[in-house]
């Protein structure tokens, strides 16, 4: 795996400068001591970037070489990544259209999270029911509409996968609203893209601009973000739910403006109550996450132990999308992990970003 190394200044309106270890800084020297030996003894595999942020400084930024896939387009070949190389965020939209929600929310564009869903949508009126009628926005923020919906227990290459199904359906919309509840709203959590396209049509019926452009006015601008894009399906309707796509940086700089509480050079971007929101447990997706609005929520231990003690349990913020793409946040030691990756379909994808976060950075953390 091919490495690059950028020391160049983050464009954009806040540039970050480096914590470096040549200034004594222990953090960032075992950082890059621990990246270099997984590197060496291959424990990482078809990593494309890692940008790692501590106290509003870069700790590490590095980039590699290999094979790399675009939402809608397939294979792309092999790409040498640069700061300038977009990449595909994949589910991590999930997490990007939240916060575009948040923001359409305090603009008085969208319904509120309590309000009915289906309501919102009068040109589906025919699919009424009152099992639907219990369906709210915060089912959709938290996805436990309950209905059904399966796209974890079979690959994206299948037509089944409810994901694709709604992609090739003749109105994706419909698709997602008809489908039947099975369950009841709220109790428990399913991974259901449909749950964010809805989110993102609320947005472009509220605003009247196309989610990316919404989010470029919104979002991406003020917050000085490169080149993005938006992927979308032969209707032309954006994959909401795994279509952006910007350069690693930027995709840091997501997590910086929560770390920071929405706020941006001096400008609220997102209202800090709805971070809150976003980042407060709702459901348990399984044994170790939990989930809020489009955002994955853990705990992660750190520290060496004391006698009995574990060390130090702080709670993680965290993006998370195929082929190994994740945004980890955490907040108590001011941290910011950026990873991208192109281990689509694998079974060990996961691998090496936890690796990252637990044996690389949080190994580092004194």
């Not at 032309?236 to 929405?262: K, N, V, Y």
């Not at 060496?304 to 955490?330: D, F, V």
Request: glycine share 10%; hydrophobic share 45%.
């Amino acid at each position: 795996m091919a490495v690059s190394s950028q020391m160049l200044p983050v464009a954009g309106q806040q540039p970050w400068d480096f914590a470096s270890a040549a200034d004594g800084d222990a953090f960032a020297a075992g950082v890059a001591r621990r990246l270099d030996q997984a590197l060496a003894e291959r424990r990482l595999w078809n990593i494309h970037g890692l940008i790692v942020l501590r106290d509003g400084k870069r700790v590490i930024e590095r980039y590699f070489e290999g094979p790399d896939r675009a939402r809608g387009v397939g294979d792309i070949g092999t790409v040498t990544f640069t700061a300038e190389t977009p990449h595909d965020l994949r589910s991590c939209s999930k997490s990007i259209v939240a916060l575009l929600y948040g923001i359409a929310h305090a603009q008085g564009k969208v319904p509120a999270p309590e309000a009915p869903l289906l309501a919102a949508f009068p040109e589906y009126a025919d699919l009424a029911s009152p099992e639907r009628a219990r369906l709210t926005v915060a089912h959709a923020l938290t996805m436990t509409m309950g209905t059904d919906w399966d796209e974890s227990s079979l690959p994206y290459s299948d037509p089944r996968n409810s994901e694709i199904a709604m992609d090739e359906a003749a109105d994706r919309y419909r698709y997602i609203l008809a489908r039947p509840v099975v369950e009841t709203p709220g109790a428990h959590w399913t991974y259901c893209g449909g749950a964010t396209a809805v989110l993102a049509r609320l947005i472009a019926k509220g605003s009247g601009q196309s989610l990316h452009d919404f989010a470029r006015a919104h979002l991406f601008d003020p917050l000085g973000l490169g080149p993005t894009q938006w992927a979308a399906g032969a209707d032309g309707e954006p994959f909401a739910a795994s279509g952006a796509r910007m350069t690693l940086r930027d995709f840091a700089r997501i997590g910086a403006l929560m770390l920071s509480g929405g706020r941006w050079d001096g400008r609220e971007l997102i209202p800090a109550d709805w971070i809150r929101r976003c980042t407060t447990p709702a459901v348990s997706a399984d044994e170790l996450r939990r989930y809020g609005y489009q955002w994955f929520l853990l705990d992660v231990a750190f520290g060496k132990p004391k006698g009995w003690a574990a060390g130090r349990l702080e709670r993680m913020w965290m993006a998370q999308g195929e082929g190994g793409q994740r945004l980890y946040i955490i907040p108590a030691l001011q941290l910011v992990i950026a990873v991208t990756a192109g281990n689509y379909e694998r079974d060990d994808q996961s691998i090496p970003p936890t690796r990252i976060l637990r044996e690389i950075v949080l190994a580092s953390v004194e």
